[in-house]
Antibody, heavy 119, light 106 residues
Framework: VQLLESGGGLVQPGGSLRLSCAAS????????MSWVRQAPGKGLEWVSV????????EYADSVKGRFTISRDNSKTTLYVQMNSLRVEDTAVYYC?????????????WGQGILVTVSS | AVQLTQSPSSLSASLGDRVTLTCRAS??????LAWYQQKPGNPPKLLIY???TLESGVPSRFSGSRSGTDFTLTISRLQPEDFATYYC?????????FGGGTKVEI
C-alpha cells in the first residue's frame, strides 16, 4: 500500500488549495478514505472521510462548509478542496486508508504534506 | 463530540520498564478505539484496534484493554524503538476524535 500526498504549500488567509493523494497497492474503490491533519507540534485532528463510492462524506465541524472531500476511483486518487483557508488550518495533512468496512480506524497513512496559511 | 482524555501527557521511563497509558472517553464508545504510535517526522502507525486487537506485525509486548469508558495501552518491556508519542482514536461516532497524546521519553 502506498499513499502519496501532493499539492501543499504556502497560501494566504482566505485562499484555496487542493490536496491530492495518489493511492496504490490495494483495491481503492473498496475502501473508505480520510484526511487527518496535525498542526505543528500538536496532536492529530480528523478532517474528513469519504466512502468507497464517494456517496457518503463526513466532516469535522472546524472545516465543514469550507473543505470538500472527493475521489476519482478511475485514477485511484483522493482529494480535498480547501477554501477560505485560515491561519489555524496550517498543518501537515495526512491521507489515510480506513482499515475495513463499518470501521473508521486507519491502517495506512501517507507521509503527509505541509499546508501553511500565512500572509 | 466524544472527547478522549489521555494521561499522562508525558512520562519518563527506562528500557525494560512496563508502562501503562490511559485514554478515557467522555461517553460510551463500545470497543471502537484504536491506538497509534508516532515518531517525529513520521505518520502515525496503527498498533491496536477494537480496544484490544493487535495489528498484524506489531510486537506482542503491546497490549490493549478496556474497562467501561477507560482504555489502556500497555507496553510490557520498553524497547529503544518504543520511545514515541501514542494517540488513541475513537471510531464509534462522527466526528472521529483523537486523544491529545502521551509522549514516552527516556
Amino acid at each position: 500500500v502506498q499513499l502519496l500526498e501532493s499539492g501543499g504549500g504556502l497560501v494566504q488567509p482566505g485562499g484555496s488549495l487542493r490536496l491530492s493523494c495518489a493511492a496504490s497497492g490495494f483495491t481503492f474503490d473498496k475502501h473508505v478514505m480520510s484526511w487527518v491533519r496535525q498542526a505543528p507540534g500538536k496532536g492529530l485532528e480528523w478532517v474528513s472521510v469519504i466512502s468507497g463510492s464517494g456517496g457518503m462524506t463526513e466532516y469535522a465541524d472546524s472545516v465543514k462548509g469550507r473543505f470538500t472531500i472527493s475521489r476519482d476511483n478511475s485514477k485511484t486518487t483522493l482529494y480535498v478542496q480547501m477554501n477560505s483557508l485560515r491561519v489555524e488550518d496550517t498543518a501537515v495533512y495526512y491521507c489515510a486508508k480506513v482499515a475495513a468496512s463499518d470501521t473508521y480506524y486507519f491502517d495506512y497513512w501517507g507521509q503527509g504534506i505541509l499546508v501553511t496559511v500565512s500572509s | 463530540a466524544v472527547q478522549l482524555t489521555q494521561s499522562p501527557s508525558s512520562l519518563s521511563a527506562s528500557l525494560g520498564d512496563r508502562v501503562t497509558l490511559t485514554c478515557r472517553a467522555s461517553q460510551g464508545i463500545s470497543s471502537a478505539l484504536a491506538w497509534y504510535q508516532q515518531k517525529p517526522g513520521n505518520p502515525p502507525k496503527l498498533l491496536i484496534y477494537g480496544a484490544s486487537t493487535l495489528e498484524s506485525g506489531v510486537p506482542s509486548r503491546f497490549s490493549g484493554s478496556r474497562s467501561g469508558t477507560d482504555f489502556t495501552l500497555t507496553i510490557s518491556r520498553l524497547q529503544p524503538e518504543d520511545f514515541a508519542t501514542y494517540y488513541c482514536q475513537q471510531f464509534n461516532t462522527f466526528p472521529l476524535t483523537f486523544g491529545g497524546g502521551t509522549k514516552v521519553e527516556i
